[in-house]
């Protein structure tokens, strides 16, 4: 049995490494930097995701100077920036959505595995994140100037966990792991809808 935060268990069904229960978004941040060595050491685990002809498409924007992160801020929701701006990173990430000049049709589902990648290699670094697409898409392509043939897929915040009590009330009680639905619902046998777990 696996105790994760606030005595919160997230109890696998089928054995899987700690690492895949222990990540989690959290939203109160340390305002603390992370090292050079530690930030890279994430997005290199992020470049070893597997993508289609491996084509690697996506990009990262990253803001960490106090500069960089403003210009972010002007694009993040209200509610995230409630939390957010103690973030020493953000990332925002994006994917190349053309491939020798026609369409790649799996740009987003290989910047998935990238920010899965990366996510966990945070956790394996003491680090967390926590994605976020509640941001203004078009504003952010201005204010970065990204270039049309790359979709914009999400914005991640990166640091070190901060105390519960940090955050602003409201989000108090939201500050743990959540859990999933049975493996049951999400597995089908040959077919959709055959159900094949109990
Ligand atoms: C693509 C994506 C967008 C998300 N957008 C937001 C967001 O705008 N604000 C927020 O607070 N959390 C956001 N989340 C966090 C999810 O709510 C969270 O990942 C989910 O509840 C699962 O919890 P866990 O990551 O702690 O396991 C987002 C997550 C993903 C993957």
């Known amino acids: 049995m696996k105790i994760s935060q606030n005595n919160i268990i997230r109890q696998p069904d089928y054995h899987i490494d700690d690492v895949f229960t222990q990540r989690w ?18 997005f290199e685990a992020a470049r070893w995701a597997p993508s289609a002809f491996n084509e690697q498409p996506w990009r990262f924007i990253i803001a960490r100077t106090d ?26 990430i994006i994917s190349h959505t053309k491939r020798n000049e026609e369409e790649n049709r799996s740009h987003s589902f290989d910047a998935g595995a990238a920010w899965g990648f990366l996510a966990l290699q945070a956790t394996l670094k003491g680090l967390v994140t926590h994605p ?3 941001f ?14 790359y979709a914009i897929q999400a914005l991640v915040a ?29 597995i089908f046998s040959g077919k959709f809808g055959n159900t094949i777990l109990k």
Request: glycine letters at 4%; one cysteine or more; aromatic letters at 10%.
């Open 25 to 42: 978004s959290p939203r109160s941040f340390l305002d603390k930097k992370i090292p050079d060595e530690d930030l890279y050491s994430v």
């Open 158 to 186: 990166i640091g070190y966990q901060g105390d519960k009590a940090a955050l602003p009330e409201n989000l108090q009680n939201r500050e743990m792991p959540n859990q999933r639905r049975p493996l049951s619902e999400s």
């Open 67 to 92: 500069e960089e992160r403003e210009l972010f801020y002007r694009f993040i929701s209200e509610f995230n920036l409630t939390w957010c701006k103690k973030a020493p990173v953000l990332a925002l």
């Open 136 to 149: 203004d898409f078009t504003k952010a392509r201005e204010l970065l100037s990204i270039p049309n043939d």
């Open 132 to 134: 976020m697409t509640g």
